[in-house]
């Protein structure tokens, strides 16, 4: 055969190999081994079965297929959960079921044999990725584009603040965002959504305006601060209008609340609300245009069961470190929790608030907020495209 790499060795060499490496020892083995992979350039461990005559070089890898687990009754159960947790990734999902599923069957939603409520109790997230494969949607595209207009007169006054910055572990300290729902036509009134996160917990809430007056947006922002479970301490945005105005920024110099804005044009400087408007927003309302009084009425009813099913029931996850590997970033993220867990753990909200937070979890059904909230979404019937509403049904009067 000579020393060519790759070389097929022939039937006849094979089997007198095979009849030497079986009558020979352990070291004389080894030897022989050496000299077939150097002189057929096989892997060692292609080259030890075809020596001990287990299989010969013109077939593949034995395969065996592995025990079947779980079956068509797990699958069905986890798409049905994970359509009620919002199609979260199955990790958060993971977490999520820890805190309901014994509770979820109790109440009958959940109607499974024991058996499956076992698998149920201990199934992984990579098996759940598995057994919903193909069942979800795919995200819509993203729509239009950003319209803010920048507020030019105090932003040598509002110190900027980037993503590395924020280092708070104190809940209170919140990035806030507004998302537009023009449908792609940026003319006439439309109403807008106030983000609002907290950066230690990740509790956001979301707020309807009727469009991007200073006025109705500070507004907004006095609401979801009385909703808040925690004492606002910080307000970071963009460098919109809309935030960087002067009544604002009195406000917080009179309530001693920090007020700092992102760098124009780096939306990774707020990207913990920045993440919020599609997952939470746009996930529920689209990109369709809403203008209308009843529009309007609709978001403000929408939001209001929305913020109690995303901050007490959805688990969240936060980066933890990153870390650099060669040319890759690897990112490791903590264990998921719903932001109400995390406002319990926080030793920085007080008693009587967790309290409260407590007795108001206790009242909520997640199967109920779900179904209200698919209703709602139905409800919610966006303007036709091309069609600005007039007259008394627009939100601006």
Request: with cysteine.
């Amino acid at each position: 055969m000579g020393n060519a790499k790759n070389a097929k060795p022939s039937r006849e060499f094979l089997d007198g190999l095979r009849r030497r490496y079986r009558r020979a020892r352990k070291k004389e083995r080894s030897l022989i081994l050496d000299e077939f992979v150097k002189t057929t350039g096989y892997h060692r461990k292609h080259a030890i079965p075809l020596l001990r005559g287990r299989r010969d070089h013109h077939r593949g890898p034995i395969r065996r297929p592995r025990a079947r687990m779980y079956t068509d009754e797990d699958q069905r159960a986890v798409r049905r959960l994970a359509e009620l947790f919002d199609q979260i990734n199955s990790k958060r999902l993971r977490a999520a079921l820890d805190a309901t599923l014994d509770a979820l069957r109790s109440q009958g939603y959940l109607r499974v044999s024991a058996a499956c409520f076992r698998r149920l109790k201990q199934i992984s997230p990579a098996t759940m990725d598995r057994l919903r494969a193909g069942a979800r949607q795919p995200p819509d595209p993203p729509h239009g584009r950003a319209m803010t207009k920048p507020g030019s007169l105090l932003k040598c006054q509002i110190p900027v603040r980037t993503f590395a910055d924020w280092d708070d572990t104190r809940p209170g300290f919140v990035e806030c965002d507004l998302v537009e729902h023009c449908g792609g036509d940026p003319r006439g009134d439309f109403a807008q959504t106030l983000l609002v996160t907290d950066v230690a917990t990740g509790w956001t809430e979301p707020y309807a305006v009727r469009n991007k007056a200073q006025k109705h947006v500070f507004f907004g922002l006095q609401t979801i601060r009385a909703r808040l479970p925690f004492p606002l301490r910080g307000i970071d945005s963009d460098n919109g209008s809309e935030f960087i105005n002067n009544h604002l920024w009195r406000y917080c110099q009179q309530e001693q609340i920090t007020f700092t804005r992102t760098r124009a044009g780096r939306k990774n400087d707020n990207c913990f609300v920045e993440q919020k408007n599609w997952s939470v927003v746009r996930r529920l309302v689209g990109y369709g245009r809403y203008d209308t009084r009843r529009q309007l009425a609709v978001l403000e009813r929408l939001y209001a069961v929305a913020r109690l099913y995303i901050n007490f029931f959805l688990p969240v996850m936060k980066l933890a470190k990153k870390e650099r590997v060669g040319s890759r970033t690897k990112r490791v993220y903590d264990a998921p929790q719903t932001p109400y867990a995390r406002v319990l753990a926080s030793p920085d909200v007080s008693a009587p608030a967790k309290a409260r937070l407590r007795r108001l979890y206790a009242t909520l059904d997640v199967v109920a907020l779900k179904r209200e909230l698919d209703a709602l979404v139905e409800a919610l019937v966006p303007t036709p495209w091309g069609r600005r509403t007039r007259g008394d049904t627009a939100v601006d009067e």
